[in-house]
């Protein structure tokens, strides 16, 4: 299985959609621009994240001082009792909760992901999967959609809907629509395992590099003797993983619990396309008269050079996502004069984008 390039991936676009919702490049967008993705009075109410909203209300309310979710001072690891068996089946179910079998099986599915601080919930994201589609659902409000026709993002700047377009290069889409369910690095050991109503397995890692790796993006500083806790809590009637907990231990002896996923199956997968602004964007995008071409050479005068071409509607900016990060975009092959984005362009754009 891969490591935890996969939470990487989510942290940082996370923290990107963050950036982009609070410090947007773009100007406001004329009333009579036919593209035009000013909010109206008429316009829905976001409602998208709001069963996302109750979620993390009563996972805010259900987090107590004796939930394993919240901070711990306890000191006691727990005892590594696992057996060759307990081994067994925790790798059976591990196995079991590929991506692979997912797809095979024609399953889609949530993952709901809360951010900890002294033991609760300050933060979240809902991701949905469903065959080639992806969505993404923060709680400031903002959608990221993926399919094979539309990639966007929806984004709340000062109360008004905004569309903006997503160009990946080389690479790119792979890190946000094909990825593990979870992830079981090698350097997990199996530390306990308990099987009540559910399948519950504990693992460990203790080493720098693994820490750094797991909790980029986290602030936290290693120090000797601190290291790592994940929770995996599997429905033993199907396998299926319901909920992944990790947590850091301290040279003290305390725990705290940084992030936490949990799961759902044959969900619903949302419409993103319910807003008006949405609607506008999806039309322009449908319609080749409405759009406008963006070449991009990427890794210019490499050999990792490599060119794609794009079609976007007229009068949106746009971002572009290469591997993990949003790029940054030049006008130049020397890469030295920066694009800015702007609402207002319609004319085609040859733009350059270093890798790396």
């Known amino acids: 299985m891969k490591s935890r390039s996969t939470l990487l991936s989510l942290v940082l676009l996370a923290l990107a959609l963050c950036a982009l919702s609070g410090c947007s490049d773009k100007k406001s967008t004329s009333s009579d621009n036919p593209t035009s993705t000013s909010a109206s009075s008429d316009a829905p109410a976001n409602t998208a994240t709001t069963a996302d909203q109750a979620a993390f209300d009563e996972e805010k309310k259900s987090t107590s001082s004796d939930d394993p979710t919240s901070t711990s001072s306890s000191a006691d690891a727990p005892a590594n009792t696992v057996t060759t068996a307990d081994q067994a089946a925790f790798d059976e179910y591990a196995a079991y909760n590929s991506l692979e079998r997912l797809k095979a099986d024609g399953e889609n599915y949530k993952s709901d992901y809360y951010v900890y601080e002294d033991g609760e919930p300050v933060y979240y ?61 090698d350097e997990e050991k199996l530390i306990e395992t308990t099987s009540d109503q559910h399948f519950v397995a504990v693992t460990e890692s203790t080493g720098k590099e693994q820490f750094d790796f797991s909790l980029n993006g986290f602030g936290v500083e290693y120090e000797e003797g601190m290291g790592i806790r994940t929770k995996y809590t599997f429905d033993k009637d199907n396998k299926k993983l319901l909920e992944l907990e990790t947590s850091v231990f301290y040279p003290d002896g305390h725990t705290q619990t940084y992030y936490r996923y949990k799961y759902s199956y044959n969900v619903d997968f949302p419409n993103p396309f319910e807003s008006e602004e949405a609607k506008v964007y999806a039309a322009a995008a449908g319609d080749p008269a409405q759009c406008r071409n963006i070449k991009v050479t990427y890794a210019p005068d490499t050999d990792k050079e490599q060119t794609i071409e794009y079609s976007i509607p007229k009068g949106y900016s746009f971002y572009i996502f290469t591997d993990d990060y949003v790029a940054d975009k030049y006008t130049d092959r020397e890469c030295t004069k920066v694009y800015e984005n702007s609402v207002d362009a319609v004319e085609d754009l040859e733009l350059f984008v270093p890798l790396g």
């Open 125 to 185: 994201a809902s991701r949905y999967w469903d065959n080639d589609k992806l969505c993404q659902q923060f709680d400031n409000g903002t959608i990221y959609y993926y399919d094979d026709e539309f990639s966007f993002f929806q984004i709340e700047n000062d109360g008004e809907r905004e569309i903006d377009p997503v160009l990946f290069g080389p690479d790119g889409i792979d890190n946000f629509t094909y990825f593990e369910l979870f992830f079981l690095p």
